[in-house]
Structures are given as C-alpha cells and as structure tokens.
C-alpha cells in the first residue's frame, strides 16, 4: 500500500499538534513549517509497505533533524543549533506537559492559538499567522478574510514570522495569567475558523468540520476563561448560525436565503443552549461586539416567521456595533437591516456610503438586490454581475447567476 494516504490522513489530523511541539522547539515558525514539509517529503520516500508504529513521532523526529541540517548548512542560528544538540530524543507534543491549566486541558490546538496570538505582533498579524498555522488556512483564504490583496497578507505573514525569529520572541504556551492579553486575538481566531466553513461550499469536507472544530475551541475557551462575556457571547453567536445549517441549502445543493428557510429544520437545541449563554454573559454586565451580533442572531433565531423578525431592533442593534466596533463589514450589515426595516432606498444611500468592499462580493449581492427591489432593473444587472465576478464559492456563483437569469426574463416581458 502506497503511503501517501496514510500520510495525508496523519498530516490532516496531527497538523496542528506537530506543528505547535516544533514552534516551541525551534521559536521559528519557518523553519518548523519547512522542517516538518521535509520530514513529510522523507516520509512518502521511507516508509513503503511499511508505515511506522507511532507516525507522528517518526514524523517529529525527522522534522526535528531536518531542522538541525537546514541550521548547520546556513551556518546560522549556532545557539539554537547547539542547544537542539542536546536535546536527546523526539520533541514532545503538548499532552506530554502538565501543571498550568490551559496545558492541563490537553488541547494542542488550543494551545497552539493562545501561544500564536503573541502581544508583541500586531492583532491583524498575529491573527493571520495563527489561522495559518493552526487550521492550515492559505494565504489567499486568509486574505479573502481580511478584504485584502493576497500579496499583501503574504508579506504581513512573512513580516511577522521574520520578527518572532529576529526578535527572539519566546513560542511557549503562556501561563494563565497571560491569558486575557490575548483573548481578543483568540476569539477572532476561532470567529474566522467558523467563517471558513461556513462560507465553503456544502458539500465541502471544511463545511462541517471546520465549524465544528470552531464551536468546540470556542467552548473551550469559555470554559478556560469562564468568567469573560465575550468568550460566552461568541460560543452563541456560533451555536445561533450553526443552528441553521440544515435549511442554508435545497437537496441540490442551492442556496436557500434566510427569509425562505424552513425554521422546522433550525436546531432548536442549538438555539436554547445559545440563548442561555447569552444571557449568561450580558449579566456579567460588560457587553461586546460578539455580544451584540449574537443578540442580532438570536432575534432571527426567536421569530416564528420571517415576517415576524424585529428589524427595526436589528437596525439599532448594528448601529450600536457600528459605534463600538466599526468596519465596512458591519456598515454593510446595518446598511441592509435598515433596507428591510425603512426600505430599500435607504438602505441604498448607507450602502453607496461604504468604502473598502469594491471586491467583496456580498456588497454587490445586496446592492443589486435593493436596485432590484427598486424596479431598477439595469443597475441591478450590472450589480449582479459584478458580484457574480468576485464569489468564489460555486454555490453563491449559481444562486447569483439565477437571479441575474431572473432579470433578464423580466427585461424582455
């Protein structure tokens, strides 16, 4: 039996706890990722018919002399060369560490993220490089996130790598009383790990388990730092959009919008248990943005009917995240609540408004669907087209094609 499959399943699962126990090893990020694609590059040409016992301990051995060759023949790093020497034996993964609490809980992939999110880079950057290493997220995924050029996230990646190696910034899992300074950047984590599946085709392998794995992360996290409302409010934003997984799509595979969704279909589960963490955090009595967007989540979820939705709070729930955390993305979201609450031409004006989405699809979705609404046929067309452009995923390509195909009928009637 060929390797290869063996491999790419050790590889898929054990990434992220190699990866950490070769971070902390090394204190390089590039050269425990070039190091472990070198020991998989061994792996595929070593193992044959035969696949070791332990593959990830073969796989961290080998990572780590892999390491030692690439320092000796750059004749840099003499410190951390000599001090690898003395290292006897396999570098250890985290489960093998104990005493502190957030080690205690034996989650490398945890841990991973709170020792990637480090004060001394900045949060965009920290962000980006945790996403990266931990969920092996590609530049360009990372950089759709982000609403920039994919050049220019690879050089904030390659930036802040640069400066934990020249920095000598210290990759170890910080100790508890550590933790808060990087919670921020910890939450914004595990939020675009749950964007990424949730935003990748349905019949995507990353659909579900990258959701997934951002739901049990998130709890974790609340469950570390118990006493920190937006840990709890993100954990309900989560659950709340999770909730409707099973009526986002037709058995086709179409992209069913919230308003025509069959609510019998919502996890009410998943929606009580959201609820109560929510209320649980708004009485610690320190609201935040996660918060507030899953109190918006929560009034979707609470109306029987999509008539019955309270947009006008929806509005004033925006409005009040625009105020404390502003950005185009959130500017757009209180532009279309307005739309439905006031109607779509004011929700038009705040939407022509926005600077910093000319490649974001959705923006152009929205727009064109108001110019539409507005009986505005031919600046809709345009609209939809433009956004049909910029999507990505397959689904949102065909459900935008549908309605641009629903345009031109009607401009030939």
């Known amino acids: ?14 990434r992220a706890r190699m990866l950490a126990a070769l971070i902390r090893v090394l204190g390089d990020f590039e050269l425990a990722e070039d190091a472990l694609q070198d020991a998989c590059a061994l792996a595929l040409r070593k193992w044959g018919d035969t696949v070791p016992d332990d593959p990830v301990a073969w796989l961290l051995t080998a990572a780590r002399n892999s390491a030692i060759d690439r320092l000796r023949r750059a004749q840099l790093g003499r410190d951390k060369l000599a001090q690898l020497a003395r290292q006897r034996g396999m570098v250890t993964t985290m489960t093998d560490f104990g005493a502190e609490s957030l080690l205690s809980m034996g989650d490398e992939r945890l841990s991973l993220i709170f020792t990637c999110c480090h004060p001394a880079l900045a949060e965009d950057a920290r962000v980006a490089l945790t996403l990266q290493a931990m969920a092996g997220l590609t530049a360009g995924q990372i950089a759709r996130m982000f609403l920039v050029s994919e050049p220019t996230l690879a050089q904030r990646l390659v930036r802040a790598k640069r400066k934990i190696r020249d920095a ?12 808060p300074e990087r919670l921020s950047s910890v939450l914004a ?3 675009l ?3 990424q599946g949730y935003t990748a085709a349905h019949d995507q392998p990353e659909h579900h388990t990258l959701t997934q794995e951002a739901i049990r992360l998130g709890k974790l996290v609340a469950t570390l730092m118990h006493n920190e409302p937006e840990a709890l409010g993100l954990v309900a934003l989560l659950l709340l959009h999770d909730s409707r997984a099973a009526a986002r799509y037709s058995p086709a595979g179409e992209v069913i919008l919230l308003a025509d969704q069959d609510r019998s279909r919502w996890d009410r589960a998943g929606i009580t248990e959201a609820i109560g963490l929510l209320d649980r955090a708004l009485r610690l009595g320190r609201p935040g ?19 019955q939705t309270d947009w006008p709070r929806i509005a004033a729930l925006y409005a009040e995240l625009l105020a404390v955390a502003p950005s185009p993305v959130v500017a757009l979201n209180h532009a279309v609540a307005v739309a439905t609450a006031s109607g779509p031409d004011q929700g038009l004006a705040l939407i022509d408004r926005i600077d910093g989405l ?10 064109a669907d108001l110019l539409r609404r507005l009986g505005r046929t031919a600046a809709a067309a345009v609209a939809y087209r433009r956004a049909h452009e910029l999507a990505v995923n397959p689904e949102d390509r065909r459900f935008l094609a549908r309605r641009l195909h629903d345009l031109d009928i009607q401009e030939t009637r």
Do not use: K, N, W
């Open 1 to 14: 039996m060929s390797p290869a499959p063996v491999l790419e399943q050790v590889y898929s699962e054990q």
């Open 168 to 179: 000598g910034i210290s990759l170890e899992v910080p100790a508890d009383h550590l933790l």
């Open 189 to 191: 984590v595990v939020y």
């Open 193 to 195: 790990i749950f964007t």
């Open 289 to 307: 943005p996660y918060q507030m967007q899953a109190a918006i989540a929560a009034l979707h979820a609470q109306a029987e009917t999509a008539d």
């Open 358 to 367: 000319g490649r974001y699809h959705l923006l152009h979705a929205a727009r």
